[in-house]
């Protein structure tokens, strides 16, 4: 075994939500904790698995997604090639790191950002180097991460909007620090939240891939789409790295049925316009009432919103006791809330306003 396996700890889940129900009496818990979509999956994703052929269960799926990658290519305007699907982002995040960390080398990441660019930089030996996020925005602190870069730095990991503080960066701002990273280091943008992003009309990386091969852009199915549970990502890149990643991936790492779902979402923008306005009405009640409160939050371009509160801890017990669970844990005193419809956060933040009073 490798040395570093020793010294990782196993992940916990959270406990289902049918579990913590019955242990506190609850008839009713709202899950605020994973950034799911609380407006679920388009119907359309349920109608095309239903019609989905199930006499085809003893094939194996298209190892290259075709129909998917296709579509994807032509929505987006980029070269079919260029796609690397894997299952959800996890899969992508550890397809290059394995592709590209040995021992002895460096990544760079926000802190706090998600946690899986670090563990599989571990996994593969290598070092991580954490650039605290600006203390006043939340954001990527991209001047302090170009004074950290050195000749063992191979990745830069930046998740825009972040996770879990919800800041997000312009393409201008990232292409002003792009052009001072060496192009040997590979930059990686996880855009996984970025169809939540209001503030500009064109916020996506994506156009910056042909200034800049050494950039890789990925995209997530698990948000806005609604298909958490069906595990679909991909990343978009320079043809050259995507054969790389190619070589490595499971041949059928999506199957059928996944594809078919992730290319009946795709179809439904209705969906997806409508879930990303709800949350964009909600994000702004909550801004208005963290503001109201004297609660210091980041403000967010995502479908959570990260804020500190003296007694975080009790406060999520509090909350959790009356039916609603939010992410603990990811900083002293801060909680992560996930973005819901009108009528929980208007009830959420009633309990929040009354445990702050007491």
């Not at 956060?345 to 309990?351: A, P, Y």
């Amino acid at each position: 075994m490798k040395d570093q396996i020793k010294q990782l700890s196993s992940y916990v889940p959270e406990e289902p939500l049918a579990a913590v129900k019955k242990r506190l009496g609850l008839k009713r818990l709202v899950r605020l904790s994973a950034n799911e979509n609380p407006f679920g999956t388009s119907k359309q994703v349920k109608q095309a698995i239903i019609n989905w052929n199930f006499g085809e269960t003893n094939r194996y799926p298209d190892g290259n997604a075709t129909t998917l990658r296709m579509t994807l290519a032509q929505k987006l305007q980029i070269p079919p090639e260029k796609f690397v699907f894997g299952v959800g982002l996890d899969e992508i995040i550890e397809l290059i790191s394995r592709i590209f960390l040995e021992v002895g080398d460096e990544i760079l990441q926000t802190a706090p950002t998600f946690s899986e660019y670090a563990l599989h930089a571990q996994i593969e030996g290598a070092k991580v180097v954490s650039v605290p996020c600006d203390p006043k925005t939340g954001k990527n602190n991209l001047s302090q991460m170009l004074t950290k870069i050195n000749q063992k730095t191979k990745l830069i990991w930046l998740c825009n909007p972040n996770n879990p503080t919800g800041s997000y960066q312009t393409p201008f701002e990232l292409a002003e620090f792009l052009k001072q990273v060496p192009s040997e280091v590979l930059v990686l943008i996880d855009e996984a939240y970025i169809h939540y992003v209001t503030e500009v009309d064109q916020p996506s990386a994506l156009p910056l891939l042909e200034q800049f091969p050494n950039v890789v852009v990925m995209r997530t199915f698990s948000k806005v789409y609604g298909l958490a549970n069906l595990r679909v990502g991909f990343a978009v890149m320079d043809q050259e790295l995507a054969n790389y990643l190619q070589a490595v991936r499971l041949p059928y790492n999506l199957n059928s049925l996944v594809q078919v779902g992730a290319l009946a979402a795709l179809q439904d923008q209705k969906f997806v316009t409508s879930s990303i306005e709800r949350t964009a009405q909600e994000r702004d009640k909550w801004e208005k009432f963290f503001a109201a409160n004297q609660i210091k939050y980041f403000h967010s371009q995502a479908n959570f919103i990260f804020f500190k509160f003296p007694e975080a801890l009790k406060l999520a017990d509090n909350l959790l006791h009356n039916g609603f669970q939010l992410r603990r844990g990811l900083a002293e005193d801060w909680l992560r809330l996930t973005i819901s419809d009108e009528a929980d956060g208007q009830q959420l933040r009633q309990l929040i306003a009354d445990f702050k009073s007491c």
